[in-house]
Nanobody, 124 residues
């Protein structure tokens, strides 16, 4: 099992930027695809972005495409989510997750390890 710890959340004005980080413990963390999800109050957890094991392939939700960028540094066991042009609708708890395989998935059921989440609040 891998442990995931997110950081970098906070309060930002609309149009601003934040960079989330996810630290993964365990030697095998780099062997799997990784993803970011978010959950707003009263809503289901939704897919935000995912990145392949090598980092060569990425996939984004339509709602964040062109504004968010996912990246990873396997040497440091880190995954990042750069969020630009933030909107109030981006307000949520953001979770880092490890895919159950090397494949990229959108469905949260395909991820078997989750962090505790970090709050992102975007004010209008």
């Amino acid at each position: 099992q891998v442990q995931l710890v997110e950081s970098g959340g906070g309060l930002v004005q609309a149009g601003g930027s934040l960079r989330l980080s996810c630290a993964a413990s365990g030697r095998t963390a780099s062997n799997y695809a990784m993803g970011w999800f978010r959950q707003a109050p009263g809503k289901e957890r939704e897919f935000v972005a995912a990145i392949s094991r090598s980092g060569d392939f990425t996939h984004y939700a339509d709602s964040v495409k062109g504004r968010f960028t996912i990246a990873r540094d396997n040497a440091k066991n880190m995954v990042y989510l750069q969020m630009n042009s933030l909107k109030p609708d981006d307000t949520a708890v953001y979770y880092c997750a490890r895919s159950s395989s090397v494949l990229i998935f959108q469905g949260p059921r395909n991820y078997d390890s989750w962090g505790q989440g970090t709050q992102v609040t975007v004010s209008s």
